[in-house]
């Protein structure tokens, strides 16, 4: 039996409010759809924390044995600033500010984002579309809910009907279950709204004013598309009209997610998605980390110390099997205390992958006891991670683990147990660790010697500056930086990371 066949995954879908047994539209092939980053100023650890809960979940259905196709967009125009439904395109604000083109701003940040994903060894998605190079895509789906008679024309813009959506059995709130007449009320009446039939409806094409410097030419105006409208376009392009999964942070599932479900059944007469799912968010001081309050701390603040909050610097591998700590939909606090217990708990666990990696099998005397208690936990990996994919009960049982593995040290042999429960344990222990988790050894002997090579470097550049050799001091800092190692001259010496 497959991996596939033999586990039975239950997800909580935000759309029922509840678990329920995941079915794919066509096993082994999954398709999944994930909002990817605004790229208009650097991905903060929020931002990070999403797109790794989504890594977590397409590698766990990629080691059970599922064909995934993970698509992944990067939003480069459309995302009005305050996600509103008037005003200036994010990038275009960065771009003005800063006094470049909008694709630099676009360019810069893109790299960044693949940078940090990199660093966290987060997978690349199998797909990814930019909101820019599906502009012919956008207007195509515009005209065809205009078509069924769902959207409409007003001063070369085109506006979504809700109203008339809901008429016709549309259920407009389902997913974030939010009301109608109670949003109605709650929206404000600002400049341009007046085009709009009634102020819950939301724009698929917006008419650029002059001073819109993003814009592109449609059979209703110059102007852009709405910042809901690409992921619905995106989404039905490379996963069809119905898919399996769909991911994003929270905060998206209004309006962003409602209207994509509303976009999706007018266009395509069926739920664009089967199971929707939201992972919480990061805070920062109990606060929400949020690009728009400054309330955030950066991947590479964290990964060089160089920051207000923490008391040390710590690699992306700790930093990652932090978040797998908390479940993708509890909230999580983060904290010097927190990264600190992560680091051990995380160094504790590679020391046993390290001892399961290189110890050989050797048969001796059977104990039945043990052999059965390791199949259990092993079994219970699957379980807890086909619960909602429990990473924070997973890894409570991979440290059970850990405590039979240890027994084993002293023995230098996995002997007492029989060699099928062997190659299940390293099978699991292993694979959840390194294929699931993304857990990148980084085994004491390793980063000791790394460690002291490194530290052996900066001690003869410290040599090259005594004799005035500046030459060579800079290069070794040159060479040193151009393979990803910082250093940093501070008053009590000199110090790196990588
Ligand atoms: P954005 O670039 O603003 O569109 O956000 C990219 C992704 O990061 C979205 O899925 C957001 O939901 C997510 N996100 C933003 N802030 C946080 C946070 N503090 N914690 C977790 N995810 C977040
Ligand atoms: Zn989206």
């Known amino acids: 039996m497959s991996k596939i066949s033999e586990n039975s995954i239950y997800i909580y879908n935000s759309l029922k409010g509840e678990k329920e047994l995941f079915k794919a539209v066509s096993a082994p092939n999954l398709g999944i759809y994930v909002c990817g980053p605004t790229v208009y100023s650097n991905v903060h650890l929020g931002n990070c924390r999403t797109f790794l809960s989504f890594d977590m979940v397409v590698r766990y259905f990629k080691f059970l044995g599922y064909k995934v196709r993970y698509v992944r967009n990067i939003t480069d ?97 389902e997913l974030s279950g939010r009301n109608i007449d109670e949003l109605q009320q709650g929206t404000r009446t600002l400049d341009g709204q007046s085009e709009k039939k009634d102020n819950v409806d939301f724009a698929l094409w917006k008419k650029a004013s002059p001073e819109h410097i993003m814009h592109w030419p449609s059979p209703w105006s110059i102007g852009f598309p709405g910042w809901h409208l690409e992921c619905s ?24 997610h409602e209207c994509e479900i509303a976009q999706g059944k007018a266009a395509n007469d069926v739920a664009p998605v089967n199971y929707w799912m939201h992972g919480n968010m990061l805070t920062l001081n109990g ?82 006891e043990l052999d059965t208690e390791i199949n259990q936990l092993c079994d219970k990996c699957y379980t807890e991670m086909n619960d909602d994919f429990n990473t924070p009960k997973t890894i409570a049982v991979l440290f059970d683990l850990v405590t039979k593995i240890n027994i084993f040290q002293e023995s230098k042999t996995f002997g007492s147990i029989a060699p099928e429960t062997f190659t299940k344990l390293k099978e699991t222990f292993c694979g959840m660790i390194s294929d699931v988790f993304g857990l990148e050894s980084e085994a004491e002997g390793n980063s000791e010697v790394l460690d002291s090579s490194l530290n052996l470097l900066l001690e003869m550049r410290q040599n090259a500056k005594q004799e005035r050799n500046f030459e060579l001091a800079d290069e070794i800092r040159n060479k040193l930086t151009a393979i990803g190692v910082q250093i940093k001259d501070g008053k009590d010496g000199t110090t790196y990371s990588l």
Do not use: C, W
């Not at 275009?92 to 994903?117: C, G, S, W």
């Not at 997978?123 to 409409?152: F, N, R, W």
């Not at 376009?233 to 962003?256: A, E, R, S």
């Open 77 to 173: 125009a459309g995302h009005l600033v305050d996600d509103a439904e008037e005003g200036e395109d994010k990038i275009a604000k960065k771009a003005r500010l800063e006094q470049l083109e909008p694709m630099e701003i676009v360019q810069q940040y893109t790299v960044d984002f693949h940078n940090v994903m990199r660093q966290f060894n987060a997978l690349p998605p199998s797909i990814e579309p930019t909101a820019t190079g599906h502009i012919v895509e956008q207007i195509e789906m515009i005209q065809e809910i205009i078509d069924k008679g769902l959207a409409y024309e007003s001063n070369g813009s085109v506006y979504f009907d809700v109203r008339k959506y809901i008429t016709e059995g549309g259920a407009y709130g």
């Open 233 to 256: 376009v995106m989404g039905t392009k490379y996963l069809g009209k119905q898919f399996d999964i769909h991911g994003g942070g929270m905060d998206l599932k209004f309006p962003h």
């Open 287 to 368: 606060q929400r980390m949020s690009k728009s309050t400054g309330n955030t701390l950066l991947p590479e603040e964290l990964f060089s110390g160089n920051n207000n909050l923490l008391d040390k610097a710590f690699s992306p591998t700790v930093v990652r099997f932090f978040m797998l700590q908390a479940h993708y939909r509890s909230i999580l606090d983060f904290s010097n205390d927190a990264l600190l217990a992560s680091e051990k708990g995380y160094k504790k666990l590679m020391i046993a992958f390290d001892i399961l990696q290189k110890t050989e099998f050797k048969a001796t005397v059977l104990n039945q």
